[in-house]
Every structure is written in C-alpha cells, then in structure tokens.
C-alpha cells in the first residue's frame, strides 16, 4: 500500500503536477492513494492484455482499453501513460484505417512506448516503500 503525507508525493515522482492532481481529488491524499490502487489492480496486467487483443485481431477492445488507460492517467496526472496512451491511440486509429505503409510500424513504436510507461509506473506503484 502506498504512504501518507510529504513522503508520498517522493513516492510517486511520475505524479506531474502533484498539488494540482491532490485539488481535484479535493485534498486527500488517501483518496489519491485508493485510486493509484485501484489503478494498479485493474491495469496491472494491460500491457499483456493489449498484445493479447492485438494478436487476436481485436483492435476496438484494443483501442477502448488505450482509451480508458488514457482518461484514468489523465486524471491521476500520469503524464507519461496519457501522452503515450494518446500517442497510441492515434497510431491504432490509423492503423485500422489501413494508413500508409508506416502505420503498422508506427503502432509497434507506440506499442513499445506505451509499454515502457506503463510498465514503469505499475512497477512504483507495486513496489513497497522504502523506509
């Protein structure tokens, strides 16, 4: 579980705008906590989740679960996921709609990037506090 206070917003470094994020949340950092928490258990398993719908030709479930990432991170202040989530989600959009001959690899890119961040945060957010 995550910690209170000062030490939480060291905690989280891939928080941008902590102070602002913490206002819409209407000041509570266990408010904040509970959601990053619930942010962990539902897309913890996105990244295999994606390459899964993917490979299987399912590109919408593929795109809507970009998209959801996309609004969660938004509003926790995930800045990375968000703009990789956006980045994706155009890389698929064109892809479906059978762009150029780079749009395929352009997804991969996207891919990869989306991964990354996505993998970084889960991994913080999964790790114990140090003491």
Do not use: W
Request: glycine share 10%.
């Amino acid at each position: 579980m995550l910690v209170h206070c000062a030490v939480m917003r060291d905690r989280l470094p891939f928080i941008e705008e902590y102070d602002v994020v913490l206002h819409r949340l209407g000041g509570s950092e266990l408010l904040l906590e509970r959601l990053l928490a619930k942010f962990l258990d539902s897309y913890r398993d996105a990244t295999g989740q994606l390459g899964a719908l993917l490979s299987e030709g399912r590109r919408e479930e593929a795109y809507r679960l970009v998209h959801s990432i996309k609004g969660v991170s938004s509003n926790l202040g995930l800045a990375g996921i968000y703009r990789a989530s956006t980045d994706l989600e155009l890389a698929l959009k064109a892809d479906a709609a059978g762009g150029d001959a780079t749009a395929g690899a352009d997804a991969s890119r996207e891919i990869d990037a989306f991964t990354r961040e996505l993998v970084a945060v889960i991994g913080c957010l999964d790790s114990p506090p140090k003491p």
